[in-house]
């Protein structure tokens, strides 16, 4: 199975900041058809998860523009480029390119 | 809009069975992988199981392997998740997904399913 491993585990940021999440993935995650299915999830307490990036870069429908993403081969990252309050929650990778689908042990972004 | 309502969780002995069901709308259902995936109460995701569009092909994380079946009706637009010898690791809520090309697109609130004695 593909591990992905994310950091910080927690990310105490001043609002107006930027934040930074970092996921390494055991193996490459290109796909036979040459695309690469990592994504990243926003889940709120109490709700489910939500898509903010997929396919390492590209933003979700409805998803603010200060949220990016980038990286390749094993390495991935997403930023935010100025904190905002509804942006605390948990922030988890995910690789759909090989079963099992993986995830990363998530990341706490809270407010200082 | 996309719509997954999943049902059948609740409390449950060692040992016991649960059938879970995902009720799909909002997009072409016999199109697309449908996988389960469950979050186990404050820790993170696991993908439990999937089954391709034609509803013959299906995959299983290893814990759950020879427990849990997964199957799928198409006319009904309907996922489902049975799952027998329940253990108190199994506890957790369980997520149905759309295997779309966009991988976390779409997800439902969850069913929880709870194993304890």
């Known amino acids: 199975d593909i591990v992905m491993t994310q950091t910080p585990l927690s990310s105490p940021v001043t609002l107006g900041q930027p934040a930074s999440i970092s996921c390494r993935s055991s193996q490459g995650l290109v796909h036979s058809n040459g695309n690469t299915y990592l994504s990243w999830l926003q889940q709120r307490p109490g709700q489910p998860p939500r898509l903010l990036i997929y396919?390492?870069?590209n933003r979700f429908s409805g998803v603010p523009d200060r949220f990016s993403g980038s990286g390749a081969g094993t390495d991935f990252t997403l930023k935010i480029s100025r904190v905002e309050a509804e942006d605390v929650g948990l922030y988890y990778c995910m690789q759909a390119t090989q079963f099992p689908w993986t995830f990363g042990q998530g990341t706490k972004v809270e407010i200082k | 809009e996309v719509q997954l309502v999943e049902s059948g969780g609740g409390l449950v002995q060692p040992g016991g069975s649960l059938r879970l069901s995902c009720a799909a709308s909002g997009f072409t259902f016999s199109s697309y992988w449908m996988h389960w995936v469950r979050q186990a109460p404050g820790q993170g995701f696991m993908w439990v199981s999937g089954?391709?569009?034609?509803?013959?092909?299906?995959t299983y994380a290893d814990s759950v392997k020879g427990r849990f079946t997964i199957s799928r009706d198409n006319a009904k637009n309907t996922l489902f998740l049975e799952m027998n010898s329940l253990r108190v690791e199994d506890t957790a809520v369980y997520y149905c997904?759309?295997?779309?090309?966009?991988?976390?697109?779409?997800w439902g609130q969850g069913t929880l399913v709870t194993v304890s004695s």
């Open positions: 997904v759309p295997g779309t090309i966009a991988a976390g697109r779409d």
């Open positions: 089954i391709k569009s034609d509803g013959i092909t299906t």
């Open positions: 396919e390492i870069s």
